[in-house]
């Protein structure tokens, strides 16, 4: 959401590098609304939220994607299980992505305010649930307000698509060069600004390398996700551009397919 900042008490003023105008990002499984739509979860509701909440004081809701995942399968899927305990997966799928953001806009500080939106510090709505594990206080990051339209929008008589295409390829090797895998790469998380410029948003479900992560073990990962495809394989699709997939992360053993 957009938010704007202003100083209430007499005397104070916002520090000088904090813009007025901003984007607040919250990680709350009830306003997710994309997690909630992909998962085919019922509209939020005082009764649901209440069920919920009864659902974790039981002591019977499972612990974990695995274990979650395994009691939606009892059910027979996402379509039969109960309304509580699909709230239970997403909040379980979203906990994560705060700590996964906040870690990679640290790693990519070289590429803020060019490459992806400047970072400017988080912030938490804190909660007061005395239910064992149900937490309602809410993690959230402010970072840059980027104006502009997203790829899978843009009007393709309007900006030189080879230019706007290959500065996405760019960012996303950028990031893979320092570090950065993302599992939720795609043309809406891009934004051309009015001049022509891309940004990369959205890093909720990447991660960093880890630290015992081979060289062949990283390339596969990254080859097995490719990045460059989601936004390439689609631009090509959608819009006829023309896209060559890159054999930087290919394993050896794999490129006399290519």
Partial sequence: MQVSLNATMPGEHLPPHLPTQLVLKVYDRRFAHGLREYYGLQPLTGELEALYHRYVASGRAPEGYDAISDRIDEYGGFKQAPPELLEHFVANEIAPYFRNEYLVYHRLQSLQGRDIPRF???????????????????????????????????????????????????????????????????????????????????????????????????????????????????????????????????????????
């Avoid at 996405?168 to 795609?186: K, S, T």
Wanted: overall charge negative.
């Fill in 120 to 258: 400017y510090g988080s912030t938490e709505f804190t909660g007061g649930s005395s239910i064992p594990g149900l937490s309602t206080s809410v993690p959230g990051i402010l970072i840059e307000l980027i104006e502009g339209i997203n790829l899978e929008e843009i009007d393709p008589s309007s900006f030189d698509l080879n230019n706007v295409f290959n500065d996405a390829l760019r960012i996303i090797n950028q990031c893979g060069e320092l570090g950065v895998l993302n599992h939720d790469v795609r043309l809406s998380n891009f934004i051309v600004r009015p001049r022509g410029s891309v940004v990369m948003i959205d890093f909720a479900q990447a991660r960093l390398r880890r630290g015992d992560e081979s060289d062949l073990d990283w390339k596969r990962m990254k080859w097995d996700e490719d990045e460059e495809g989601c936004v390439g394989a689609a631009a090509a699709k959608k819009f006829g551009w023309q896209y060559i997939r890159s054999l930087k992360y290919c394993p050896s053993f794999e490129r006399e397919s290519y």
